[in-house]
């Protein structure tokens, strides 16, 4: 039966193109994935593949003509000319022809291509069930691809449910608990003599959240008809993998493989006394010495676990600030409110050995801009210095596919890589290290694979820091607006003048609100203070649909409640808070 090849997504609000030069004529053979026409936007200039192998039935449009995205640009005699491809198989995305990330252009490994098989097991095969992949599995699934998930873990959900931001979460919830009950119940008269941890207690119910949201991702697999490959995938070439060494096809492979805690040279992680994120989410006592290398969210937020459970924490960082990337005033006020807390901070300091004793370690720390050296003694030792591309023992560089010098996968704008049929999402390829940025992605990339138009707005994407405060932002920092030449105006409300943040005795920090000082768009929303990770939702809105801080200001928050500090940091952008 013949099959239609139409105009795919050409990227976000483009809906139109003009039909170029005809790769293919009528009575052609073509392969599945091999160019039959161009077509031109002023955004892009894309070659449209064929769908399956066959034979070129007949031209629906001419060079020239105008055609709109969906729109039937030709068909095609399926198998006519070899085995038909998977009948859900929807065409290949465009390739801009400027990616944001680069590749497109690098060449395409022949080997790979010519061995694609022409019949596959599934449309969609994703390596890796982290919320890059499962979320892109589901929505692919949604969209009607048949559909594999490889997973090597025992359960699914990756990094982020298994040892990320669900057990952190947990423990960040409880240890504030614990604090609060020992610290600031009595000043709200409920007065607790004795406060005891029973840590073992905490830790079972963090394995509880943990199994009930990693079930949770085996049920939906089951209810979207998604089929867990148990096994360590390995990429063999466009349209095939193993699993475990068994041969599966796919039309379309997605690389999701995540991301692994980063190493320093001379210090060896044994998850008892080195540990990485992993081994300090499960702690069976607290440390008398906790000392955390990098001073970054994964460091600080598992620092502030163990230090409210009674730890003595010292953070030892490289660079003379904390949380590197974050707008430096919202970044100074932190620095001082964990110093309030009891943190121990060495900045501009680094690690240059770690040896184990008896007791614990004793780590050699140096000036990072050269001196004399110190030993810092500790019980536990958290190495936090980032994370680094899960990209090694797949089969990438022999399946011919680009890594940077990072080892992340190079993908274009609509996460291809170089290898036509291969693409990648989440941690694994460039971009900031979160669930939430590889869900965006997981789903961009299934729709654009069905022909939609999906994308990610790189430039509305929240960070938040689950410390106590919480700090979170979105857009861009004031030091950024003045790197790029940005005249700005700022608005800026404490929690202090807020009236909820007053009742639940909760008033460090402020709302700052960065505004364009030409249009009043909202550029950037830095928060700290209490719920701020929950607050940037707002900003986070305000920044995708293009809102003005006058738009913020003029909408109806609840009252008393923490966002009224929100539309008054906005109102502040034109000198009119109200309550300060
Ligand atoms: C302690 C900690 C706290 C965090 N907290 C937050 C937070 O609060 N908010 C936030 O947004 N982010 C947080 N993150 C980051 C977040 O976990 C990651 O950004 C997110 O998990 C990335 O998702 P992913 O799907 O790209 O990869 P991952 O979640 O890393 O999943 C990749 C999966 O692929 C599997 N895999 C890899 N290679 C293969 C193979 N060859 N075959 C089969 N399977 C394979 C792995 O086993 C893994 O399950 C945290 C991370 C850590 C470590």
Same mark, same amino acid.
């Given at each position: 039966?013949?099959?239609?090849?139409?105009?795919?997504?050409?990227?976000?609000?483009?809906?139109?193109?003009?039909?170029?030069?005809? =790769?293919?004529?009528?009575?052609?053979?073509?392969?599945?994935?091999?160019?039959?026409?161009?077509?031109?936007?002023?955004?892009?200039?894309?070659?449209?593949?064929?769908?399956?192998?066959?034979?070129?039935?007949?031209?629906?449009?001419?060079?020239?003509?105008?055609?709109?995205?969906?729109?039937?640009?030709?068909?095609?005699?399926?198998?006519?000319?070899?085995?038909?491809?998977?009948?859900?198989?929807?065409?290949?995305?465009?390739?801009?022809?400027?990616?944001?990330?680069?590749?497109?252009?690098?060449?395409?490994?022949?080997?790979?291509?010519?061995?694609?098989?022409? @019949?596959?097991?599934?449309?969609?095969?994703?390596? #890796?069930?982290?919320?890059? #992949?499962?979320?892109?599995?589901?929505?692919?699934?949604?969209?009607g691809f048949k559909v594999a998930c490889v997973e090597k873990r025992a359960t699914l959900g990756g990094t982020c449910l298994n040892v990320g931001?669900?057990?952190?979460?947990?423990?960040?919830?409880?240890?504030?608990?614990?604090?609060?009950?020992?610290?600031?119940?009595?000043?709200?008269?409920?007065?607790?003599?004795?406060?005891? =941890?029973?840590?073992?207690?905490?830790?079972?119910?963090?394995?509880? +959240?943990?199994?009930?949201?990693?079930?949770?991702?085996?049920?939906?697999?089951?209810?979207?008809? +998604?089929?867990?490959?148990?096994?360590?995938?390995?990429?063999?070439?466009? #349209?095939?993998?193993?699993?475990?060494?068994?041969?599966?096809?796919?039309?379309? +492979?997605?690389?999701?493989?995540?991301?692994?805690?980063?190493?320093?040279?001379?210090?060896?992680?044994?998850?008892?006394?080195?540990?990485?994120?992993?081994?300090?989410?499960?702690?069976?006592?607290?440390?008398?010495?906790?000392?955390?290398?990098?001073?970054?969210? +994964?460091?600080?937020?598992?620092?502030?676990?163990? /230090?409210?459970?009674?730890?003595?924490?010292?953070?030892?960082?490289?660079?003379?600030?904390?949380?590197?990337?974050?707008?430096?005033?919202?970044?100074?006020? %932190?620095?001082?409110?964990?110093?309030? /807390?009891?943190?121990?901070?060495?900045?501009?300091?680094?690690?240059?050995?770690?040896?184990?004793?008896?007791?614990?370690?004793?780590?050699?720390?140096?000036?990072?801009?050269?001196g004399a050296a110190e030993t810092l003694e500790a019980d536990i030792v958290l190495l936090a210095v980032g994370r680094t591309a899960a990209s090694?023992?797949?089969?990438?560089?022999?399946?011919?596919?680009?890594?940077?010098?990072?080892?992340?996968?190079?993908?274009?704008?609509? %996460?291809?890589?170089?290898?036509?049929?291969?693409?990648?999402?989440?941690?694994?390829?460039?971009?900031?290290?979160?669930?939430?940025?590889? @869900?965006?992605? #997981?789903?961009?990339?299934?729709?654009?694979?069905?022909? /939609?138009?999906?994308?990610?707005?790189?430039?509305?994407?929240?960070?938040?820091?689950?410390?106590?405060?919480?700090?979170?932002?979105?857009?861009?920092?004031?030091?950024?607006?003045?790197?790029?030449?940005?005249?700005?105006?700022?608005?800026?409300?404490?929690?202090?003048?807020?009236?909820?943040?007053?009742?639940?005795?909760?008033?460090?920090? %402020?709302?700052?609100?960065?505004?364009?000082?030409?249009?009043?768009?909202?550029?950037?929303?830095?928060?700290?203070?209490?719920?701020?990770?929950?607050?940037?939702?707002?900003?986070?809105?305000?920044?995708e649909f293009g809102a003005s801080a006058e738009d913020i200001g003029r909408v109806c928050h609840a009252h008393p409640t923490l966002s009224e500090?929100?539309?008054?940091?906005?109102?502040?952008?034109?000198?009119?808070?109200?309550?300060?």
């Amino acid at each position: 039966m013949p099959i239609e090849i139409k105009v795919p997504s050409l990227g976000e609000s483009v809906t139109t193109a003009t039909v170029g030069k005809w =790769l293919k004529q009528p009575g052609d053979a073509v392969k599945t994935d091999e160019p039959v026409v161009e077509l031109e936007t002023d955004k892009v200039s894309v070659e449209v593949p064929a769908p399956a192998d066959g034979r070129l039935a007949a031209h629906a449009v001419a060079e020239g003509d105008e055609v709109a995205v969906g729109a039937v640009l030709a068909t095609l005699e399926q198998g006519a000319a070899g085995a038909s491809a998977p009948a859900k198989a929807a065409p290949a995305a465009a390739k801009a022809d400027k990616p944001a990330a680069q590749p497109a252009a690098a060449a395409k490994p022949a080997a790979a291509q010519a061995e694609a098989p022409a @019949e596959t097991d599934y449309d969609v095969l994703v390596i #890796g069930a982290g919320p890059g #992949g499962y979320v892109c599995a589901i929505r692919a699934a949604q969209l009607g691809f048949k559909v594999a998930c490889v997973e090597k873990r025992a359960t699914l959900g990756g990094t982020c449910l298994n040892v990320g931001c669900i057990p952190s979460k947990a423990l960040l919830q409880s240890s504030e608990n614990y604090h609060a009950a020992g610290h600031d119940f009595a000043a709200h008269g409920v007065v607790i003599d004795s406060v005891k =941890l029973d840590l073992a207690r905490m830790q079972a119910r963090k394995a509880d +959240i943990v199994g009930a949201n990693v079930k949770g991702v085996e049920y939906l697999f089951k209810k979207n008809g +998604i089929t867990w490959l148990k096994g360590h995938g390995k990429v063999e070439g466009t #349209g095939r993998v193993t699993v475990d060494g068994k041969p599966v096809t796919a039309k379309h +492979i997605i690389i999701a493989s995540g991301s692994d805690s980063a190493n320093l040279p001379g210090i060896e992680v044994d998850e008892k006394t080195i540990v990485t994120s992993t081994g300090a989410l499960e702690l069976s006592e607290v440390p008398k010495r906790l000392v955390v290398i990098g001073g970054g969210v +994964i460091g600080l937020e598992l620092g502030s676990v163990w /230090q409210r459970l009674g730890a003595e924490v010292t953070v030892i960082e490289y660079l003379n600030r904390l949380v590197p990337g974050t707008d430096n005033e919202v970044a100074s006020q %932190f620095q001082k409110l964990l110093v309030k /807390q009891g943190f121990k901070l060495k900045l501009g300091h680094k690690v240059t050995k770690a040896e184990k004793t008896k007791k614990g370690v004793v780590l050699t720390v140096e000036p990072a801009a050269g001196g004399a050296a110190e030993t810092l003694e500790a019980d536990i030792v958290l190495l936090a210095v980032g994370r680094t591309a899960a990209s090694k023992g797949m089969g990438l560089e022999e399946a011919g596919i680009e890594l940077d010098k990072r080892g992340r996968v190079v993908t274009d704008a609509h %996460f291809a890589t170089n290898v036509p049929g291969i693409y990648a999402i989440g941690d694994v390829i460039a971009g900031p290290m979160l669930a939430h940025k590889a @869900e965006e992605e #997981g789903v961009a990339l299934a729709e654009i694979l069905a022909g /939609q138009a999906g994308h990610v707005n790189y430039d509305a994407i929240p960070g938040v820091i689950y410390t106590w405060p919480e700090v979170a932002s979105v857009g861009f920092t004031e030091e950024q607006l003045k790197g790029k030449g940005t005249a700005y105006k700022i608005g800026k409300f404490p929690f202090m003048a807020n009236g909820r943040a007053r009742a639940l005795g909760m008033t460090d920090g %402020f709302v700052k609100v960065l505004a364009c000082e030409k249009t009043d768009r909202v550029l950037g929303v830095h928060i700290i203070g209490p719920c701020a990770g929950e607050l940037i939702a707002e900003a986070t809105m305000a920044i995708e649909f293009g809102a003005s801080a006058e738009d913020i200001g003029r909408v109806c928050h609840a009252h008393p409640t923490l966002s009224e500090a929100v539309k008054e940091a906005a109102l502040g952008a034109d000198n009119r808070s109200i309550n300060i």
